[in-house]
């Protein structure tokens, strides 16, 4: 079970700290990527850590968004800077499991005022 949390408003140019936190024992093999939906458009994939903690990034994120995990907490991270109205959007974390199985949590909104 995923839970996403750290949502809010802010101005363009500003910060947000997105937060994911599982439980269960298969954490540390999973990939955990973040997902958003903005009003009107498809469920869009934002980046992703692999279970050796290798980050990828969509070209619309790269050098302003960092993704990391902690897998004593059970925890993903998604470090948002430099926002833009655009970013405007529901983030949701998604894990992806060695077997197959995948899991998301209930999504986050975040609010780029311009």
């Known amino acids: 079970q995923l839970q996403a949390s750290g949502g809010g408003l802010v101005q363009a140019g500003g910060s947000l700290s997105l937060s994911c936190a599982a439980s269960g024992s298969t954490f540390s093999t999973a990939a955990i990527g973040w997902y958003r939906q903005a009003p009107g458009k498809e469920r869009a994939w934002v980046a992703s850590?692999?279970?050796?903690?290798?980050?990828l990034y969509a070209g619309s994120v790269k050098g302003r968004f960092t993704i990391s995990r902690d897998d004593v907490k059970n925890t993903v991270s998604l470090r948002m800077n430099d926002l833009k109205p655009e970013d405007t959007a529901v983030y949701y974390c998604?894990?992806?499991?060695?077997?197959?199985?995948?899991?998301w949590g209930q999504g986050t909104l975040v609010t780029v005022s311009s």
């Open positions: 998604n894990a992806q499991l060695p077997n197959g199985r995948a899991a």
């Open positions: 850590i692999s279970p050796g903690g290798n980050p």
